[in-house]
Every structure is written in C-alpha cells, then in structure tokens.
C-alpha cells in the first residue's frame, strides 16, 4: 500500500498516514477508521474501499474533518504510543515474544555463520548419520558442538535439540534452504553491481564432471565501484548449469537464460570469451557469432591460454612437463622423466621467457626474427641431437610426384618439393611460426585497434588520437562524438597511467564529470576478457570434489544438483577481485 498526500491552502504538503492504497484491490482505505471505526461511520467507504476516482478529492476533505475519523485516529496513535513505552495490557507478552525473537536470531546466526564457514572452504557438511555427540555426524554438527562448550546460548539450544524440546534447524533439508537462501542473496548483490556498472563481459567453459554431465560454467566480468570510488575489475561465478545441448545454438540458449535470470540486459554485453572449440568459436554456427548477432558490440576474445596449449599440442609431439603427483607413483616418474631428458631445453625456454613476459610486443617481434634467422639455428641443433642419437641429420629423400600439366600452363612445378630441407623449412617450420604467430595475436588485434586511443594514448600525436577516437564514436553508441574533444587534453593529464589507474584517476578527482564520454570508453575497455579465467576452471575442480564426496549416499545424490548451485557460490568467493591490469 501507497501512502497520500494533501496540500494546505498555503501549498505545503501533509501526509495522510491514515490513507492508504491497495495495488491488489485497486482502493483506498483509512487505515485508522479500519482498526478504530465505530460500528455507524458516516464514512464506510473509507473502510470497505473506495475506488471513485473522479470524488477522490471531495471525499477526503470531507473525511478529514469528521469527528469518527479523529477519535479513530487519536485511538490508533494512543496505542501506537503504549506499545513503543510498553505500556499496553500484554506488555508482559510483548516483552516475551522481543525475548524469544531474539534468542532465535542468535540461535540461526550461529548455525549459519557455520554453514558459511565450511562452504567457503570447500568441506563436506554432513556425515554418516545427524545425531548429536557422534564422532561421525559430520563437520557441522561437530562445529556446532565444540562451539557450544564456550556458548550458553548454543548449548542450550542443542540440549533442547537433542530431547527433542524444540526445533533444532539441523537436519539436511533445512541446510539445503539455508544454502539456496545465502545463494540468492549473493546472486541478487551480484547481479545490483553489474546492472549499477552497466557494462559487463561474460566468460563460459563447459566441461564433464565425474558423473558423465555437461556442466556449463558461467562467470561475469564488470568494474565495481562500490568501495569509496576506488574502482576495481570484479569476476563474478554465477553458476554451473547443467547443459544438454553443447551446439551453439544450445550453448547460446543455456547463456542467455543465465543472464535473463540475473535480470541482465544483453545489450550492454562488450564482451565474450570462451574456449576455441568449434561450437564456441566458430564463425556460421558458434555462440560468438549467434552472440553478436543479437548484440553486435559483443567483441569476441578467444581464450588466449587455450589457444597456445591447443597450438603446441598440435605443433609437437613430444615428452612435456607435468606436476609432481602426491599419490601416484608412476605420475612421479613421468614428471622425473621430462626433466631428465628435456633440462637444457627447459632452462632457456625459462630464459626467454623471463625475458619477454608481460609484453606482447617483445614475443611479436621475438617470433618474426625467430621465423627469419631461426630455422638455420634450429636445424643445427637438431643436427647434433640426431649424431647424438646415432641418427641421419640429413632429410630423407621423397619420390617426387608426377605433376600433370597442360600445354598453356606456364606455372611453377614447385621446385622446394626437389629439396627436402627447403620442403620442410616451408611447409612445417614457417607454419609452426606463423600459426603460432596468428593465434597469440591475431584475436587481439581488433581489439588493440579499436582501443588504440586508451592503449597508445602517450605515444600519439593529436591528429592520430582524434583519428582513433573518431572511429571509435562511430561504431558504438555508448558514446557520443563529443569524446573527440575530451580526448587530448586528456592525454595530457593522464600521461604514464594504466587503464585501470586512468579510470580511478577520473572518478576519484570528479573528473568523470568532465570527461564523461573517455571514463565510459575505459569502463568498456576494462571488462573486456584476455583469457577464461582460472575461477572457472576452481569452480569446476569443487564441482568434482563435490561429487566425489556426495558419491555413495542416495540421499544426498538425488538432491546434488540443487545444492552444489549454492556450494560453488559460496567457495568461488562470490566476487573475485582481480585481475589482469591493461597496459
């Protein structure tokens, strides 16, 4: 119900706190008259309802004055005034049921503080059996236990539990409301942030879990600025949903019923990243395409770690590193074994890779020199571990194919096929390179183009940094053409920031004021995703642990995929700050 108002005759607005509105019956009432009312009330429209509109006004100025509505309304104000002294005839009672009220509330506070505790970690809940002062009643009620030798309240609680005296909020039916309420709450907070950011990327991995189900992984990134304005890159886990269709199209579907659910608008989606499986990134049927199609501004990012792990398992097939196994013996010495025969190696890939990490100008060029000198090194090299070996370092010899040509056919028979080095310098070691080249940096490049403006800003004279943000205004709408003339005085002030620090400069100096148009671009270009992040893959790994530990008990089996929901929320830790900072 809505509260109304009236206007003086010297326009000064009172409220009625006596009138209120029903959205259900479409009426309005006077909520005094209706405790209060003498059994004849002139005015029993105000009590039943009353819904005429066009009397409204005439009605209420009448019913103002009348003297039921008043001594009604002294009655109802006498009483609200006893009840907050404590002065009514059941005060006793009242203050029986603050006292039971409270003790309650310390009671479910207790309970599920513990609940938090163990989901943040990853522990199991339950044990073999529920019962009280049992060694094997699980992790909870053995929580709940030791903090009730230093609790009276607690302990209290469990006595009257274990006699059967009261409900205790112990079984596994009222934890698995507990769990689904606590995740709502997390989801609901979530998703307040990325609507109050507006601009969001999305990050989705699928994969099977121990029971053979396609479980699809979804995670949200978007800029938090709720903390004193220091704005921060947040990525959110938002669910595991079970997924029967692993199409595009099914994959496409599973997405945007997730995001549907949070009440999040596709429209403001700027980016997209996923594995580079066919369904995900295929250019006629993947989700990126099916994506963009609804939301053309979703800019695509393969995952830049699955591409380089799918490009050298395909490039070379040879004895890679593994992790040192705590169990299994023969994974020990398959880890031993990489070492042993692969240690100079290791050591300068390790070199150079100490050299060059963290910018991706360096590896860009490292690889063109690499393509250009590096063959002649490396066929060297693999000359003596052939002699080494007691192998031929020479290529062998292939039976040339006849090549049919026809009389007005005057291209070249290929004359590299003749020469077996030549061969294989063009058709494996240059394809090697220039795939690797491709992958690492080609998906990046759209992206580097269109925000050279941000990336490049101090090394660009001003005629360029207009260029650039001209057509940056021209292919978006989340911006407006005044951002050409923010952009170089800008430049200037934010001269040796980063991204990030760009943006919280502006926000925390009230300068987002003055350049509104720039801070909304920096927003849109740090929720852009460099790779799917290592939450999903968490998320997964407690998707399996979850499993393995529910394995064997029906009860808990038949109810998992409910529960594991708000599990995954908890111990994904419902925000995870952090993140790549952009150059």
């Given at each position: 119900m809505e509260r109304q108002k009236k206007k003086q005759k010297e326009m000064e607005k009172v409220e009625r706190d006596w009138l209120l509105y029903s959205k259900n019956t479409n009426k309005v009432y006077c909520f005094a008259c209706k405790l209060y009312g003498e059994a004849k009330v002139r005015d029993t429209c105000l009590v039943a309802g009353y819904n005429n509109w066009r009397c409204l006004s005439k009605t209420l100025k009448h019913h103002d004055t009348s003297s039921s509505d008043i001594n009604a309304y002294l009655m109802w104000k006498e009483m609200a005034s006893h009840l907050h002294l404590g002065k009514t005839i059941d005060s006793e009672l009242q203050r029986?049921?603050?006292?039971?009220?409270?003790?309650?509330?310390?009671?479910?506070?207790?309970?599920?503080?513990?609940?938090?505790?163990?989901?943040?970690?990853?522990?199991?809940?339950?044990?073999?059996?529920?019962?009280?002062?049992?060694?094997?009643?699980?992790?909870?009620?053995?929580?709940?236990?030791?903090?009730?030798?230093?609790?009276?309240?607690?302990?209290?609680?469990?006595?009257?539990?274990?006699?059967?005296?009261?409900?205790?909020?112990?079984?596994?039916?009222?934890?698995?409301?507990?769990?689904?309420?606590?995740?709502?709450?997390?989801?609901?907070?979530?998703?307040?942030?990325?609507?109050?950011s507006k601009y969001f990327a999305v990050e989705l991995e699928c994969t099977h879990d121990i029971s053979k189900l396609e479980q699809g992984s979804f995670i949200i990134r978007y800029i938090n600025t709720e903390e004193k304005k220091k704005v921060t890159i947040a990525e959110s886990f938002v669910g595991f949903t079970a997924v029967k269709d692993t199409t595009g199209k099914g994959l496409t579907h599973a997405?945007?019923?997730?995001?549907?659910?949070?009440?999040?608008?596709?429209?403001?989606?700027?980016?997209?990243?996923?594995?580079?499986?066919?369904?995900?990134?295929?250019?006629?049927?993947?989700?990126?395409?099916?994506?963009?199609?609804r939301c053309p501004e979703a800019l695509f990012i393969p995952c830049c770690s699955h591409s380089l792990n799918l490009l050298l398992c395909d490039a070379f097939v040879y004895i890679t590193l593994k992790p040192l196994s705590d169990t299994r013996c023969e994974a020990k010495l398959d880890s031993v074994k990489a070492i042993r025969f692969q240690m100079g190696g290791i050591l300068d890939a390790l070199h150079k890779l100490r050299e060059v990490a963290g910018d991706s100008k360096i590896v860009s060029e490292f690889l063109l020199k690499y393509r250009e000198k590096g063959f002649q090194k490396s066929l060297d090299i693999a000359g003596k571990i052939a002699v080494e070996m007691d192998a031929s370092p020479e290529f062998k010899e292939k039976r040339l194919r006849k090549q049919k040509k026809f009389p007005d056919d005057n291209s070249c028979?290929?004359?590299h096929e003749k020469e077996p080095t030549r061969h294989f310098k063009c058709m494996v070691f240059n394809v090697i390179v220039h795939t690797l080249q491709q992958e690492l940096f080609s998906n990046f490049q759209l992206?580097?183009?269109?925000?050279?403006?941000?990336?490049?800003?101090?090394?660009?004279?001003?005629?360029e940094l207009?260029?650039?943000?001209?057509?940056?205004?021209?292919?978006?709408?989340?911006?407006?053409?005044?951002?050409?003339?923010?952009?170089?005085?800008?430049?200037?002030l934010l001269k040796g920031y980063?991204?990030?620090?760009?943006?919280?400069?502006?926000i925390q100096e009230n300068l987002d004021l003055v350049f509104p148009n720039l801070t909304v671009a920096l927003r849109v270009f740090l929720t852009m995703p460099l790779t799917?992040?290592?939450?999903?893959?968490?998320?997964?790994?407690?998707?399996?642990?979850?499993?393995?530990?529910?394995s064997g008990n029906p009860l808990i089996e038949s109810d998992f995929p409910n529960r594991i929901y708000g599990l995954a929320n908890q111990d994904a830790g419902w925000v995870c700050p952090g993140v790549e900072k952009r150059q």
């Open positions: 029986t049921m603050a006292a039971e009220k409270s003790h309650w509330r310390s009671v479910l506070t207790r309970i599920i503080d513990c609940i938090l505790f163990l989901a943040e970690r990853n522990l199991q809940l339950r044990g073999k059996n529920s019962q009280l002062v049992n060694p094997k009643n699980g992790n909870f009620l053995g929580i709940l236990e030791l903090i009730a030798r230093y609790d009276v309240t607690l302990a209290e609680h469990l006595r009257k539990a274990a006699s059967k005296q009261t409900t205790g909020y112990l079984t596994w039916c009222t934890l698995n409301e507990f769990l689904d309420s606590i995740s709502e709450c997390i989801l609901g907070k979530i998703s307040a942030q990325i609507r109050a997405l945007t019923g997730v995001l549907e659910n949070l009440g999040l608008d596709l429209a403001n989606c700027r980016g997209q990243s996923y594995d580079n499986g066919s369904n995900m990134r295929g250019i006629n049927k993947g989700v990126q395409v099916l994506i963009q199609q028979t290929g004359n992206m580097a183009e269109k925000f050279k403006f941000i990336t490049k800003m101090e090394h660009m004279t001003k005629a207009e260029e650039s943000v001209t057509t940056y205004a021209l292919t978006t709408c989340d911006v407006s053409i005044d951002i050409i003339q923010e952009i170089y005085p800008a430049s200037r980063k991204a990030l620090e760009k943006l919280n400069f502006l799917v992040n290592l939450t999903t893959a968490r998320c997964m790994s407690r998707s399996a642990q979850l499993h393995s530990h529910t």
